[in-house]
């Protein structure tokens, strides 16, 4: 596996709506891994395709839940994944991004979604999420739209050094 340079904003390529995979091959495969590889180096716990430079509608999210201190992570590999249903509520919290570093925004998300998706070997499945990992999978397809956080958000601002470590990126 590899680490992956992370593309940072400016970089017109953000701003762009990726592309629908369609070949769930060896190279789909090595570049899940090693956007999983490129996500836990950075931290992060999420990173769409678009990020590294590739106009693919793939992200992968890592999530464990601080509620369960000896939960293991939950990986996520969503190929062409689809938000089709978003609560009414909606909660209002900071989020970072790799691709803005130093950079934190608060930003006001629906609560819960249903994702739609293909997993990395093509087989449909259906995620409902809510809370963190709800956000965390409307942050990524935002970035597969060419949709940033800060274009949401309602204020963006530079983290001190004690806020940054308690934000999710």
């Not at 739609?116 to 809370?131: C, H, M, S, T, V």
Request: glycine letters at 6%.
């Amino acid at each position: 596996m590899a680490v992956l340079d992370i593309v940072t904003f400016p970089e017109p390529s953000l701003r762009l709506k990726s592309k629908h995979v369609t070949n769930f091959d060896k190279d789909l495969q090595t570049l899940i891994d090693n956007m999983f590889e490129t996500m836990r180096a950075a931290p992060g716990v999420g990173l769409a395709a678009p990020q590294i430079g590739e106009s693919l509608r793939l992200v992968v999210v890592e999530y464990t839940d601080d509620e369960d201190e000896n939960a293991k992570p939950k990986k996520y590999a969503l190929i062409n994944p689809e938000i089709v249903k978003r609560s009414e509520e909606t909660v209002t919290a900071v989020e970072g991004c790799l691709s803005l570093p130093g950079l934190a925004g608060v930003v006001e998300r629906h609560e819960a979604v249903t994702v739609k998706a293909k997993n990395r070997f093509g087989k449909p499945l259906k995620i409902e999420a809510e809370g963190w990992l709800a956000r965390i999978f409307q942050h990524e397809i935002d970035h597969l739209d060419g949709v940033l956080y800060i274009d949401r958000a309602e204020e963006v601002f530079e983290p001190t050094p004690e806020e940054a470590e308690q934000i999710k990126d």
